[in-house]
């Protein structure tokens, strides 16, 4: 069974940084997709980043690409989410997401539909 518990996560000012962690168990498959997804209050579940564990290809949205940095712990199973330069707009619960079954990821396909084990998330607040 696929459990993942994510930790980083906190309150910072506008300019701030974070390093997202999430702890993936029972998660064995060498090919699959991990991912850092966020959703703000009233708005939808929206893809930040991921990576295709099988050729280490990644993924950013547009609004986060070089600010965030998306890495993955191999021999620890667990991906993080670096975030620098964060802004106000940033502020949403973030969500570690796997998924092994479908593999879009391998082509840069980021939707929230194709993960099917979420971890509980971790909230991320940033001030003006």
């Known amino acids: 069974q696929v459990h993942l518990v994510e930790s980083g996560g906190g309150s910072v000012q506008a300019g701030g940084s974070l390093r997202l962690s999430c702890a993936a168990s029972?998660?064995?498959?060498?090919?699959?997709?991990m991912g850092w997804f966020r959703q703000a209050p009233g708005k939808e579940r929206e893809g930040v980043a991921q990576?295709?564990?099988?050729?280490?290809?990644?993924a950013y949205a547009d609004s986060i690409k070089g600010r965030f940095t998306i890495s993955r712990d191999g021999a620890k199973n667990t991906l993080f989410l670096q975030m620098n330069g964060l802004k106000p707009e940033d502020t949403a619960m973030y969500y570690c997401?796997?998924?092994?079954?479908?593999?879009?990821?391998?082509?840069?396909?980021?939707?929230?539909?194709?993960?099917?084990?979420w971890g509980q998330g971790t909230q991320v607040t940033v001030s003006s």
């Open positions: 997401a796997a998924d092994w079954r479908r593999l879009r990821c391998a082509v840069a396909y980021m939707a929230a539909n194709e993960y099917g084990y």
């Open positions: 990576i295709y564990t099988g050729t280490g290809k990644i």
């Open positions: 029972g998660y064995t498959h060498s090919n699959g997709c």
